[in-house]
């Protein structure tokens, strides 16, 4: 028996036909493109790769297939339905959310996907993004965290460690991403395997022990990404007892500090909370004491980042006694 979703039935002919009006060429394609390189597991039917359950869009579209067909195993069913749960949306959503306009209350504003409106919401809203990351693009989950991030500074609530690092704006220390590399090579095979093997060695022929430019990690982990896609085991991500790797963002933004927690002096990298920690007087005897008072606060407080601009143009040899300084704490 053939059965239809949304990109089996005919440009989502069956909604129209359902729905009506309410629903907008724009949203039955957005949907679509929602299931574009999804893993097995976004699906209520992954064998089939039937029902998409990976966002509110798709799931609430995919309950409207599936009451549309009784005969449908039940493991279906419940998968749909457990979805609809994780997401806290109702049945036949797609009815309400037909005008599909951008809203500021959606993590994801242009898509209005996962929406964050109290502090309650937002702990939902962390579940339901954490299930859907895997079957997401790099790059829309990134900016979706971020957002989850903002949030949860508006209605002032914890989010998990692990959402904090899927914000994606630490460094990179390499040798921990090439150990994540070199365990995919070892779960995968042929091209993927070579693919992973390759990265890694490229990543250990780089100067240095870690990567700081944004944009440079975003492309790793994107094609990381890419390639636990084609391996399908975006489901076995953060599983130590299993495969032992993480998720591509986790493994990429791979650290807790951020580059500008960091300050170069005499060709290495300090972190600036240790230079903070140095007692003023023992910097105002290498920069002098006019060049401190500069920078200080009536209280005597140091600005951090007045301080690591003054510390960054001094001359090597003096960048090079604070570390001896820093050294000798």
């Known amino acids: 028996m053939k059965f239809h979703d949304i990109v089996t039935d005919n440009s989502g002919k069956y909604l129209y036909q359902k729905l009506g009006h309410s629903i907008k060429p724009e949203l039955v394609d957005s949907i679509k493109k929602q299931t574009t390189n999804l893993s097995a597991q976004g699906y209520a039917w992954p064998a089939k790769r039937l029902f998409a359950i990976s966002t509110k869009e798709a799931a609430a579209a995919s309950d409207v297939y599936v009451q549309a067909q009784p005969e449908l195993p039940a493991f ?14 109702e049945p036949m959503l797609v009815e309400k959310i037909a005008a599909y306009e951008p809203d500021e209350d959606y993590l994801i504003p242009e898509r209005r996907l996962i929406r964050v409106t109290s502090a309650d919401e937002v702990k939902t809203a962390e579940l339901a993004l ?5 079957g997401m693009e790099v790059v829309t989950r990134t900016y979706a965290f971020r957002r989850l991030h903002e949030k949860a500074l508006q209605y002032q609530v914890k989010l998990g460690e692990d959402s904090s690092r899927m914000v994606a704006t630490t460094r990179c220390f ?3 991403l090439v150990l994540q590399l070199n365990k995919r090579a070892q779960q995968t095979s042929g091209e993927i395997k070579l693919a992973f093997r390759q990265l890694a060695k490229g990543l250990t022929e780089q100067p240095g022990d870690y990567i700081d430019n944004p944009d440079h990690q ?8 890419e390639l636990d896609l084609k391996a399908d085991v975006t489901r076995r991500y953060g599983r130590p007892r299993d495969l032992g790797f993480s998720d591509p963002v986790v493994s990429v933004f791979n650290t807790t500090k951020t580059a500008s927690d960091f300050i170069s002096l005499a060709g290495q990298q300090v972190p600036i909370d240790n230079i903070m920690g140095l007692d003023p007087e023992r910097i105002g005897d290498v920069i002098g004491d006019e060049f401190l008072e500069d920078i200080q606060d009536a209280d005597g407080s140091i600005d951090p980042a007045e301080l690591a601009q003054m510390l960054s143009i001094l001359p090597e040899d003096m960048q090079s006694e604070i570390v001896s300084r820093l050294e000798l704490v």
């Open 76 to 89: 279906v069913k419940d998968r749909v339905k457990e979805a609809l749960d994780i997401f806290d949306v």
């Open 130 to 134: 954490h299930n859907a990351a895997p």
């Open 174 to 176: 390499v040798p921990a």
């Open 218 to 225: 975003d492309k790793i982990a994107q094609l990381i990404h």
